[in-house]
């Protein structure tokens, strides 16, 4: 079965450049576009969508808005939002929101292709690396009010699995953690399952978030 991606972007020349590769794939097919939030939303009501490309900057309605409202849901599509520049303040918004991850409008195809996958595999789509230097330097905006509750549920995790939420959220990959810890990647792959399932959460990029919200890691990358 096919891919079904929704393109949300105010450009129409951008949108058509991004019909055209993905259309020349067996495993996906656009199946709804969008020039901005509020139109994009209208869509989702009617239309069965995977995953959802979404630009920031868009008339009416921005995509960090957009997103928060889409992801609002239990059951609703994946969401990449797409940003111009590296480190966007956008970028972290668009996390916040609940976004699988963000990638830069001039991605190769290939990159963007394997992240429409990734993501509808179940996956992240941000580079562990760009989701630690994102938090470094948006750090001040994490909020601290539900700092306690977040502390208690991470006390759930046996000792291991939080050794392994550490460095999940230091930015390593599970090789990186797996080589660190001697273990196997597919043994790193079920504590990072078992982390999620515990702390409700949705994929790598917020258990990361989490660790700087509870002060587990500090701005920097190191333990807290």
Not at 122 to 125: E, L
Not at 191 to 202: A, P
């Given at each position: 079965m096919s891919i079904r991606v929704m393109l949300v972007d105010d450009q129409v020349l951008l949108r058509t450049g991004f019909r055209m590769v993905l259309a020349a794939q067996p495993d996906m097919e656009v199946v709804a576009e969008?020039?901005?939030g509020l139109e994009a939303l209208e869509v989702l009501r009617a239309t069965k969508v995977d995953v959802v490309l979404m630009d920031v900057r868009m008339p009416r309605l921005d995509g960090v808005e957009a997103t928060r409202r889409i992801c609002e849901p239990e059951e609703h599509p994946k969401v990449?939002?797409?940003t111009t520049f590296d480190l966007d303040e956008y970028a972290f918004s668009g996390l916040?929101?609940?976004a699988s991850g963000f990638?830069?409008?001039d991605v190769p195809p290939g990159e963007l292709l394997a992240a429409i996958r990734s993501v509808h595999s179940?996956?992240?789509?941000v580079a562990p690396s760009t989701t630690r230097r994102l938090l470094d330097r948006f750090a001040p905006m994490l909020p601290t009010t539900t700092q306690e509750p977040q502390n208690k549920e991470v006390e759930r995790l046996t000792e291991r699995e939080r050794e392994v939420m550490l460095l999940v959220a230091q930015g390593l990959s599970n090789g990186e953690i797996a080589a660190r810890l001697v273990?196997?990647?597919a043994t790193v792959k079920t504590?990072?399952?078992?982390?999620?399932?515990?702390?409700?959460?949705?994929d790598r990029v917020q258990v990361v978030?989490?660790?700087y919200e509870t002060g587990l890691v500090r701005a920097g990358g190191g333990a807290g």
């Open positions: 969008a020039g901005d990449i939002i797409l916040k929101a609940g990638m830069l409008k179940g996956d992240a789509v273990l196997s990647e504590h990072v399952g078992r982390i999620l399932t515990k702390l409700g959460l949705r978030v989490l660790a």
